[in-house]
């Protein structure tokens, strides 16, 4: 077994601490990565907290991890020690099902998340707040050196979670695009809508973030507590990219779509939409979903921001501090996601 160290909940009740715990020995395919660094994303206080199911505890959470290879299993091809690499939402799939073929192996039925989770051998597995993990081959993904890895790690989560379904739905040129909030997951629509040629729209309750949105190259802001504001862009977008995990009132962005416009939600509020069916059916209207993307498209993401120069604006925090970066991430008080630098873990 491989000696690890890192921060852990042990209970829906208890904060982060420090934990020792033991990794899976080196298999064949597998990558021992130490970490660099490892984002902070909303969906960790979620599942510490027990918000969306019952979690697995001790839990040690993070999904947005670079690192160094420190050593290899016998059959990895793909890697050398050495190498700046990450690791996203997942660690393992069958890669046998029809999901795992059509490369979103995201939804593969017995997919294994990074952390909060059971791998193939029974064994809970823990995630990157902590100084190293062990990785299938297959799930970890080439990062490029022309880029700052701190800035890179929230691109396994917030970058790919809005790359995905703007390229799914192939949102480019002529479009006009709304993003919903400007956090973790909003700041990095903007990016990848604007790197992708569309028109941005920033909808925003607060007036404080217009000049931020104007920083990222955003076209436009409104203030969605402002009828006025509101009443201008009625019926006006082809889609809008819905990143807010608190409450919402969904009908009103939906009367914001031009006719075949397509609502898509990647935030996850606790509390569930209520949609009225005319929001839907008054203008051909379509009310999407999307989750992270797959491997393949993952890996495209990131040499796509390595060709572009796209990152996500960060504050580095140490380990320590990870309980007032939760709380300040909670009130919005973030430009636009803390990353923990993982050499703090030894102090």
Not at 172 to 178: I, N, T
Not at 193 to 214: P, Y
């Amino acid at each position: 077994m491989i000696q690890s160290y890192g921060y852990a909940a042990q209970s829906p009740t208890s904060n982060l601490a420090p934990w020792a715990f033991k990794r899976r020995d080196l298999a064949d395919n597998d990558i021992l990565i130490d970490i660099l660094y490892c984002g902070v994303c909303h969906s960790d206080l979620h599942s510490i907290r027990d918000d969306w199911f019952p979690g697995m505890f001790p839990m040690v959470p993070g999904h947005e991890i670079v690192g160094r290879v420190a050593k290899i299993g016998n059959s990895v091809a793909k890697f050398a020690i050495g190498d700046l690499v990450g690791v996203g939402v997942m660690v393992d799939s069958c890669l046998e099902c029809e999901n795992c073929k059509n490369y979103q192996e995201q939804f593969c039925a017995t997919g294994v998340q990074t952390y909060n989770a059971k791998g193939h051998d029974g064994q809970p597995v823990y995630g990157g707040y902590a100084d190293n993990i062990v990785v299938r081959e297959e799930f970890v993904l080439s990062v490029s050196e022309k880029l700052a890895p701190e800035a890179v790690a929230p691109l396994l989560c917030a970058g790919i979670t809005t790359y995905s379904p703007l390229k799914n739905w192939k949102v480019g040129k002529g479009h006009k695009l709304a993003v919903v909030g400007l956090g973790g997951l909003g700041h990095m629509a903007v990016k990848f809508g604007i790197a992708f040629g569309a028109e941005v729209t920033v909808l925003s309750t607060s007036e404080s973030k217009r000049e931020d949105a104007k920083l990222l190259g955003a076209h436009h802001f409104v203030v969605t507590k402002d009828e006025e504001q509101i009443e201008k862009v009625k019926s006006s977008f082809d889609f809008i990219l819905d990143t807010v995990s608190a409450k919402h009132d969904i009908n009103q962005y939906l009367s914001l779509l031009n006719t075949n416009g397509v609502h898509i939600c990647v935030g996850i509020p606790l509390e569930s939409f209520e949609v009225s069916p005319f929001s839907l059916v008054a203008g051909n209207k379509a009310l999407a979903g999307s989750g992270a993307g797959g491997l393949a498209q993952t890996q495209e993401m990131l040499d796509y921001c390595a060709e572009h120069n796209i990152v996500s604006d960060v504050e580095v925090i140490d380990i320590k501090d990870i309980h007032h970066a939760f709380e300040r991430m909670e009130k919005g008080d973030v430009r636009y996601r803390f990353v923990i630098d993982m050499a703090t873990i030894k102090n």
